[in-house]
């Protein structure tokens, strides 16, 4: 039985180029809440009702990797 990109029906190309949008997007996601983090945990230390603002700035970059996803699928065909 075949697995992987031969037995969803996509080509190589197609397949690389899916794993490379999810990997670079995933990778700049990382170093972007890394930095936010960061900046975000001593921000706490100074005031803690910046929590609601310091949360949000966090989890934008998420949707770096759910472009990324869709670019993926896109690419290969699933949309």
């Not at 080509?11 to 930095?35: E, M, S």
């Not at 949360?55 to 934008?60: A, G, H, K, N, S």
């Amino acid at each position: 039985m075949a697995t992987g990109a031969a037995s969803a029906g996509i080509g190589a190309f197609p397949a690389i180029g899916a794993g490379l949008a999810i990997a670079i997007t995933a990778l700049a996601t990382a170093w972007a809440q890394a930095k936010i983090g960061a900046a975000g945990v001593g921000a706490l230390a100074e005031d803690d009702s910046l929590f609601g603002n310091v949360l949000i700035l966090t989890v934008i970059p998420e949707t770096m990797v759910i472009f990324g996803l869709v670019v993926a699928l896109v690419v290969t065909g699933f949309i």
